[in-house]
């Protein structure tokens, strides 16, 4: 049986007081409709059309072919939203999910239940419901004879009686195609906002005799659709409690899951920790056996097994194995290290690539380089990569020594084995195994310090008088 989504993501949202589409808004580094579009690729959705209105063409943007698309020019309504959907899916034979661009919660497994309870039963329409413990503003699920669901009223004209109902509507539904079609056809829309409701289809399937059931989900997290910023930072903690815990589950220690965030496509291999504080996004993927944190921030990169990073910050860079990072480094996009690489603190290394075993300690910038294995950079140690206008490269062999508070002045070799004397200012190459010193020799003037403080002191007195 065919598999079609129709994804709500027309509304502008102007609870949300953003210039930002309310279905781009990102939680847990991904915007909502993104999760949303996760979600039903993993129940093998065939065709997924996704209703735009405002902010269609960021909307489009950032989905671009995972989905087709359909506007809806004027706001009428969520019945009026999926009659949109009408021209592409109408005539279609099968099985089609509605899904709000705005519940970035709602679980794939939760959908394939709520499908397979919908094919088992016959049902012409499945609501998605949940029994939330305040059930304040959404509308009540009244179910009838034999726990089928009779009709869904909502809050303003609930009874005393059909207040009380716990169990409500999270606005998630899947229909056989045909017949959802068929009902928005005769929808109307007689009511104070004047606008076409996607709910008012149930009532509709029921008077025409057919069955709608309900699959009630045990997570009410899933029936949370954000309209504001209250309701996103809601949204968060949930998300990032849900990642946390399914870390936790494949064997990944982390110390204070409240003081932890973890974006969806972050991988992490088991029986790494991860101490408070720490940060990883974007599509990071984390070795076994690491140590994170205290408070490191990793973006959109590999860090491979036994790596021990701390107090540091990453970025589109690459930690080989047994390798340690931090405390207060900072690896830039293009930042490669091999293995057993040791960088320390105050060290920054941006678009360099360094061998195996190979260590900058401390107080030292590393750019535009490849270096290679068993190097030493002594503190202070530097590239001096950029003239202002162009980036040039800096090559250092295996086992070559970079003495402290060297200047290595790119486009610039170090040979196998050479040694940089501390202090030197390189312009030219060096030989495999040669010494080179390129510093100007010290010269002592026998007592002019007094002399130097009085000269200094009386250029101050001027400046004030």
């Known amino acids: 049986m065919k598999l079609m989504a129709i994804v709500l993501a027309a509304g502008q949202g102007k609870r949300m007081k953003s210039k930002l589409y309310k279905v781009l808004h990102s939680v847990c580094g991904k915007p909502m409709v993104g999760h949303v579009i996760d979600t039903l690729a993993h129940i093998e959705i065939e065709k997924t059309l996704v209703i735009v209105g405002h902010g269609a063409e960021a909307v489009q943007g950032y989905l671009g072919d995972r989905a087709e698309y359909a506007l809806q020019e004027k706001q009428l309504g969520t019945g009026h939203a999926v009659l949109q959907a009408k021209e592409v899916l109408g005539s279609e034979e099968g099985i089609t999910f509605v899904v709000c661009g705005d519940t970035p919660l709602v679980r794939a497994e939760t959908l394939n239940k709520m499908m397979q309870l919908h094919k088992d039963s016959g049902a012409a329409g499945t609501i998605l419901t949940a029994e939330m413990t305040d059930a304040t503003g959404y509308g009540r699920i009244i179910r009838g004879e034999g726990g089928r669901v009779d009709r869904i009223v909502e809050q303003k004209d609930c009874t005393p009686d059909e207040a009380a109902v716990r169990e409500i509507n999270t606005g998630t539904y899947c229909f056989d195609n045909r017949k959802l079609f068929a009902a928005l056809e005769n929808v109307k829309n007689e009511n104070v906002q004047g606008e076409y409701y996607l709910t008012d289809v149930i009532s509709i399937l029921k008077s025409m005799g057919e069955n709608v059931e309900a699959y009630c989900t045990p997570d009410e997290a899933e029936a949370i659709g954000v309209n504001d910023r209250i309701a996103l930072s809601e949204a968060e903690r949930l998300m990032r409690e849900r990642i946390n815990r399914a870390h936790m589950v494949e064997g990944v220690t982390i110390i204070d899951p409240a003081q932890t965030y973890i974006e969806k496509d972050v991988v992490i291999g088991p029986d790494t920790i991860v101490h408070p504080g720490t940060v990883l996004r974007g599509r990071t993927v984390i070795g076994s056996d690491c140590i994170l944190g205290p408070n490191v921030e990793i ?167």
Do not use: W
């Not at 750019?367 to 140690?381: I, L, M, R, S, T």
């Open 299 to 465: 973006t959109d990169s590999t860090v491979h097994d036994g790596v021990v990073i701390k107090y540091s910050v990453l970025q589109e860079a690459s930690v080989g194995n047994e390798s340690s990072v931090g405390p207060y480094a900072y690896l830039r996009p293009g930042a490669d290290l091999g293995e057993h690489v040791k960088i320390g603190d105050f060290v920054e290394i941006k678009n360099a690539k360094l061998g195996d075993g190979s260590k900058v300690s401390h107080l030292s910038y590393v750019g535009d380089a490849e270096v290679g294995k068993n190097v030493n950079f002594g503190c202070g140690a530097i590239t001096v990569n950029y003239d202002g206008f162009n980036k040039s490269l800096t090559e250092i062999g295996d086992d070559a020594f970079v003495g402290s508070n060297v200047n290595l002045i790119a486009p610039v070799k170090i040979g196998k084995g050479a040694y940089v004397v501390a202090g030197s200012t390189i312009t030219t190459n060096v030989e495999e195994n040669d010494l080179a010193i390129a510093r100007e020799r010290q010269t002592n003037k026998k007592g002019y310090a007094d002399r130097m403080r009085r000269k200094l002191q009386a250029k101050k007195n001027n400046e004030k008088s």
